[in-house]
Structures are given as structure tokens and as C-alpha cells.
T-cell receptor
Framework: KAGVTQTPRYLIKTRGQQVTLSCSPI?????VSWYQQTPGQGLQFLFE???????NKGNFPGRFSGRQFSNSRSEMNVSTLELGDSALYLC?????????????FGEGSRLTVL | QQQVKQSPQSLIVQKGGISIINCAYE??????FPWYQQFPGKGPALLIA?????SEKKEGRFTISFNKSAKQFSLHIMDSQPGDSATYFC???????????FGKGTRLSVIA
């Protein structure tokens, strides 16, 4: 069974630009969560989507947005990039929306903002 | 507001020794406590998890100890091996529609 696939794996942007990251969950998984990982802050929750609906949202500014498609694939978008947005963005899928189930993470998309 | 506090930030252990990582939480609604292991260049992967109806769970060399009254839980790695060198994250979740909250991570280095 294929794991969670994230694209692109690496990208470099400049301040003010926008970026779109993609996540393909494990087949059959309907929940997709996004986390931002930075050395100082660990894993911080961005949002969760289940059956195309945003179920939860973390404490991030409105520049961070996401969506989920009918095939459960998800995208997140960051507009007006800032230097502090440089991070590893992790996508995780799970079978259902319950928070107490196992999360399966992708390898992440490493964003560098110059 | 950090809801799960993890310590230490980094840990160096001799091969064969015991690695201990501690976490504390504040929200008494948490009822699921997983540990995730992350190797460089990889995403985190579930290592072991516990629910508050038991005080300890063991899987091979990995043990979670849980103290509900103190609102603390810890990961013990017995007979630590160089292959255990990774970053470990504790997390906590509550039944219902809430996301997992992660600690900031502990970078473990097991040296021969």
C-alpha cells in the first residue's frame, strides 16, 4: 500500500510570493491533516480536512489555507510568504477524523523563503 | 499556549543504556498519548501509544509510563541502540473532534 505522498519535496520562494503544496493520502483514508515543523516549535497543527470539509484549524494567520478534493487529495496554500514561513510542511492521513487514531505522515515539503 | 511540554530537548545515551523522555500535559480531557519517531528526511511515524486506563504499556524495548494524577507520561527505551537515534515527539489527543497536540521533540543520539 502506497504511503502518503507530498509534492514538491523541496522548494525555494521569495518573500511576497505564494506557494501551493500537495498531499495524496493513503488509499481509503479520508482525513488529511497538515502540520508545520520548525526546529524551535516542533510540530504545529495547521488544519484538518475530512470528506472535503475543514474540521479543525490551528492558530495560523489567514495566509494559510487548504482544501480537500473528492478523491481525498489535499492542497495547502500560503500566500504573501514571509521569512518565518520557512519550515517543513507535513501532511498526515488517517482512516477517519477521530484524533485518537494513528496518523500516517508523508516525508514533507521543505519550504525555504528568501 | 503549549499544551504538551516535552523534555529534554536533546539526549545523548551510551549504547545499551536507557533513554528516558518526559512529557507533561495540562488538559485533563486528553485521553490518548502517542509517541512518534522521526528519522532525518522522513516524516514522523507512530512508535507506541497509551490510553489513561493503564499505567504502563510495553512494546519490545519501548515502554510508556503514564501518571494520570501528575499529568505526566514518559517514554523509556531500554538497551538503546545507535539505530534508535532519531527525534521523538510525544503527543496528546482528546476524544471528539480535536487534533493531536505535539511536544517540541527530543533529539536522541545513541553513541557506541
Amino acid at each position: 500500500k502506497a504511503g502518503v505522498t507530498q509534492t514538491p519535496r523541496y522548494l525555494i520562494k521569495t518573500r511576497g510570493q505564494q506557494v501551493t503544496l500537495s498531499c495524496s493520502p493513503i488509499s481509503g483514508h479520508r482525513s488529511v491533516s497538515w502540520y508545520q515543523q520548525t526546529p524551535g516549535q516542533g510540530l504545529q497543527f495547521l488544519f484538518e480536512y475530512f470528506s472535503e470539509t475543514q474540521r479543525n484549524k490551528g492558530n495560523f494567520p489567514g495566509r494559510f489555507s487548504g482544501r480537500q478534493f473528492s478523491n481525498s487529495r489535499s492542497e495547502m496554500n500560503v500566500s504573501t510568504l514571509e521569512l518565518g514561513d520557512s519550515a517543513l510542511y507535513l501532511c498526515a492521513s488517517s482512516l477517519n477524523s477521530l484524533p485518537t487514531g494513528e496518523l500516517f505522515f508523508g516525508e514533507g515539503s521543505r519550504l525555504t523563503v528568501l | 499556549q503549549q499544551q504538551v511540554k516535552q523534555s529534554p530537548q536533546s539526549l545523548i545515551v551510551q549504547k545499551g543504556g536507557i533513554s528516558i523522555i518526559n512529557c507533561a500535559y495540562e488538559n485533563t480531557a486528553f485521553d490518548y498519548f502517542p509517541w512518534y519517531q522521526q528519522f532525518p528526511g522522513k516524516g514522523p511515524a507512530l512508535l507506541i501509544a497509551i490510553r489513561p486506563d493503564v499505567s504502563e504499556k510495553k512494546e519490545g524495548r519501548f515502554t510508556i509510563s503514564f501518571n494520570k494524577s501528575a499529568k505526566q507520561f514518559s517514554l523509556h527505551i531500554m538497551d538503546s541502540q545507535p539505530g534508535d537515534s532519531a527525534t521523538y515527539f510525544c503527543a496528546a489527543g482528546a476524544s471528539g473532534n480535536t487534533p493531536l497536540v505535539f511536544g517540541k521533540g527530543t533529539r536522541l543520539s545513541v553513541i557506541a
